[in-house]
């Protein structure tokens, strides 16, 4: 086999193995390098998604839920069940083989493209070069046309709690817990830390999370995060803001955590399981040859243009490594692009419209700018909001917290944003999302026929809304 390609994409995961895909597609010799090992040493495709991100926690996500509601919430409809149990060993096997089938279906996909796959290590040299050490520590020189960075991210460590891998984790630890901890901390109230936090605590977990920033889920719109906090304190996450973490020492089979709080008095808590959630950084340790010529920006991201070409010609940057949010579907449209720009094509991502989801339950999702971002701006908008407690369906389903909220421009009426906190948000913000990507106004989608009854009447509502018409609230 010839080792020169048109392609060389380095990092399977979402971003990686979808531009990989993409690229042979549109016929390109297409080649990607992963250097991911499981817990057995398996190579393995997806990335931090498919392994130890999205899919594993939204696995356990949905496990946990369905504990919960048979717990908690079935006899609301009649259903009577005693003695309802969780087998965690039976429920993190199970995620464990969604995710071998799904990293195993990437191989297969690459196989029916045409993707050449190599498993170890990729590196970057000058003129478009790679080197390519396999997990047997051989090495081979591969050469591109062109060549895509998406070797993504890991967690941010704090020296005040290093991880031991047994009792103080991140997200790939908290996804492998074989029994529920009586006592868990999470330092960080962000996406995964609420997350993680949710699947234990409804399994029985005390949950106590350590937020550094004064503002809770200060990344959402404020109104958002107001009614969040209501219903997660209600369902007992014992969420701490101004909390800031510095110490923690272990003692055995626990481990002490000592924090400032909020008045700047030091605490101490005692946990079982410490999970990490402060945040991902972008991953080029030994990546880049000092002469691969490819700058980083001032935080350690690839520094690219707005279609994700680093300043060496021929080579792109996507996904977890470069601005922008850190977000699988982000990553993989990344790809998508790169792969239609090397083809020949004109390609373009729109930046203004990737949403943003929380899988809580209730989920928040939301699109586009929020209440704090447009006064910051200075800009004009009206408010459509339309509470799901409202909605027959969501009475149906009791699942009534929360709301749709949409934002709209006062002078156009073009909708600026959308914000959901409720059962379904993931799904429902897609309306949203179409809706702005093809410049539509909040009358747009009030003029829109919604079938009935379902959640996304809430959509169409918060749409009537903005101009003041909602049917079903007074
Ligand atoms: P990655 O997925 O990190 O993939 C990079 C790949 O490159 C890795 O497989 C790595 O092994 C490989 N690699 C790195 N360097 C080299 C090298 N030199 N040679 C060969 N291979 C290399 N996002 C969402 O959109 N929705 C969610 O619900 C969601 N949930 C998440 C939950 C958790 C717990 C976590 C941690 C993340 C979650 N994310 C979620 C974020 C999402 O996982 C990332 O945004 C996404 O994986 C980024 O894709 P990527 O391809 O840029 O990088």
Known sequence: MSNKFDVIVIGGGPGGYVAAIRAAQLGLKTACIEKWLDKDN??????????????????LLDSSHKYHDAKEEFSVHGIGIDGVSMDVNAMIDRKDKIVNQLTGGIAGLFKANGVTSFEGFGKLLSNKKVEFTAHDGSVETFEADNVILATGSVPVNIPPAPRTGDIIVDNEGALDFREVPKRLGVIGAGVIGLELGSVWKRLGSEVVVLEAQDQF???????????????????GLDIRVGARVTGSEIKGEEVEVTYLDAKGEEQKQTFDKLIVAVGRKPFTDGCLA????????????????EQCRTNVPGVFAIGDIVRGPMLAHKASEEGVMVADIIAGHKAQMNYDCIPSVIYTHPELAWVGKNEQQLKAEGVNFKVGKFPFAASGRAMAANDTDGFVKILACEETDRILGCHIIGGHAADLIAQAVIAMEFGSTAEDIALTVFAHPTVSEAVHEAALAVDGHAIHIA
């Open 290 to 305: 000092a002469d691969s010529g490819v700058n980083l920006d001032e935080r350690g991201f690839v520094f690219v243009d």
């Open 42 to 59: 398996n190579p393995k495709l997806g990335g931090t998604c498919l392994n130890v991100g999205c899919i594993p926690s939204k696995a």
């Open 217 to 235: 889920l200060s990344l959402c719109d404020q109104d958002l995060a107001k009614e969040a906090a209501k219903i997660f304190k209600k369902q």
